[in-house]
């Protein structure tokens, strides 16, 4: 390599390590105009492409890695894998990128990990319990092996039925979360703790969440209530009303885009599998299209004010068309988007598609609060999720957003109450089909038969038929929510007994 190729590969390396894509992404295009049998570059920039968001691109790179002879080719099998599952919506491909990687590398334990995470979420329990079985005879208790082995232990106990807490998984599995990395310790310690609360033990089960969520924290950046109440306070502002900018929504017969959004913890998923049983309806599940064009609209909400009608509907257009890429449509009336923390975007969504229909779903506020609590969130998106009070803060900014919401958008905001549904299913799933003006499906009640592949942490939840033990669960641990109600209630929200 030339001193002028040797400089830019420099620079390049450079720019991506400070996380500057774009321009390093120019550069290694150069290199590879120059070279194209450079496997690093490819392997690079398939990286990069991956994480501003452009998932085919990053593929087609990945290939060209492996095609040029890339050193550890199951790992670029493991990325590939990664984006089809998680981005491209393409589980089978996935799945055969997986064990390509394991065909090389029958021991590699990431590969292992991610083929049980998409069984899981297929709902397949005994292979994933097989791959997740190998991980333990493969790996060692040190290094990247304790993560792993960390990893897959949190899975195991959630997979086996536990009868009581002396029984040896669970034993092991206690031993094992004592040291480690901060992130697959406190996966394990948060399964630990479901475990406890399954078994009844609920003061050990708190004291696991505890120490799980004071593991999650080490590397997450704190939160800030002040920003938070900012943040709301510059939403409700600079979003007043309901009027202004229309535009025209024709979509020439495609599905009209239904957002489900909320807290996280609040059902959602429920909502979303139940509607999966009704013909009319196709899910996307959790997408991100929409964070990543609040991103391009910085400073958000400022941005909103000014957006044009023209950009407005290219970015309308770039969302309907990236969704419909990914999901089979024919003949269906609504395609879900199921991101809970679209609930800060509805003045974006209203802006795209005035006339979208959006489902607000909300549960008893401790109840949420704990379940936040209870749940490895992941700490860069929810970094008050690992305090009950920092928990309970952004709940009140939560709901004074959510009525803001809804006073503007009334008639367009659905409220669904998981309360009132475990307790009268029939009832309040038909006002849901009323709003959306579909009719009756005795199949939507029976949402745990579905052969689908659900992509969040409620992926066994929904496999059950409805059952009521998460509604008031926050009862069983009362004794150390005191603090966290005291805030709620002199903030004023109404907590029903």
Not at 102 to 129: D, F, S
Not at 211 to 216: R, V
């Amino acid at each position: 390599m030339n001193n002028d190729l040797a400089r830019i590969q420099r620079q390049a390396l450079e720019l991506l390590n400070q996380g500057r894509y774009a321009e390093s992404i120019t550069l290694h295009q150069r290199l590879l105009t120059v070279n194209p049998e450079f496997a690093e570059a490819w392997f690079n920039l398939g990286y990069m492409m991956n994480a501003i968001g452009r998932h085919s691109q990053a593929v087609e790179a990945y290939r060209k890695s492996l095609a040029n002879g890339i050193s550890r080719p199951e790992e670029v099998h493991l990325n590939i894998a990664v984006i089809y599952s998680d981005h491209l919506r393409l589980d089978e491909e996935a799945e055969t990128e997986l064990q390509r990687a394991l065909a090389i590398a029958p021991a590699y334990g990431p590969a292992l990990l991610n083929l049980g995470n998409l069984q899981e979420e297929r709902g397949e329990r005994e292979k994933a319990v097989v791959c997740y079985e190998s991980i333990l005879s493969a790996t060692a208790d040190d290094g990247d092996g304790l993560s792993l082995r960390q990893n897959a232990f949190a899975r195991l106990i959630q997979l086996q039925p536990l009868g009581q807490i002396s029984e040896p998984l669970l034993q092991k599995a206690i031993s094992v979360a004592q040291s480690g990395p901060p992130e697959s310790r406190a996966n394990l310690l948060f399964a630990v703790g479901r475990a406890y609360d399954l078994l009844g033990s609920f003061d050990s089960a708190f004291n696991a969440f505890q120490d799980a969520n004071t593991q999650a924290r080490i590397n997450a950046a704190p939160y800030n209530p002040s920003a938070q109440e900012k943040f709301v306070d510059d939403l409700i502002r600079t979003t007043p009303s309901n009027q202004g900018h229309r535009r025209n929504e024709t979509q020439h017969g495609r599905p009209a885009p239904l957002f489900i959004c909320g807290m996280f913890r609040s059902g959602s998923t429920l909502v979303e599998q139940m509607l999966a049983a009704h013909p009319a309806v196709a899910t996307a599940g959790e997408i991100d299209y929409l964070p990543r064009l609040a991103i391009q609209l910085k400073p958000l909400p400022n941005s909103l004010s000014t957006l044009s009608d023209d950009i407005a509907k290219s970015m309308a257009n770039g969302y309907t068309k990236h969704l419909f890429g990914l999901f089979p449509t024919d003949g269906k009336t609504y395609l879900t988007d199921k991101r809970c923390d679209n609930q800060l975007l509805i003045g974006l969504i209203k802006r795209l598609f005035p006339s979208a229909k959006i489902i607000h779903t909300k549960r008893h506020p401790i109840d949420n609060a704990l379940s936040i609590f209870m749940q490895h969130m992941n700490p860069r998106a929810t970094p008050y999720a690992t305090d009950l009070l920092e928990i309970g803060h952004y709940y009140t900014q939560y709901r004074r957003l959510m009525s803001h919401w809804t006073r503007i958008h009334e008639g367009s905001i659905f409220d669904f109450d998981y309360d009132l549904f475990v307790r009268n299913p029939e009832t309040e799933l038909k006002r849901l089909l009323d709003f959306l003006e579909l009719r009756w499906e005795d199949r939507c009640l029976d949402f745990h038969q579905l052969k689908n592949t659900v992509k969040t942490a409620s992926y066994w939840q929904v496999r059950k038929p409805l059952y009521v033990e998460s509604s008031g669960r926050w009862r069983h641990y009362a004794k150390h929510l005191g603090p966290l109600r005291l805030l709620l209630e002199e903030s004023g929200i109404k907590l029903e007994d």
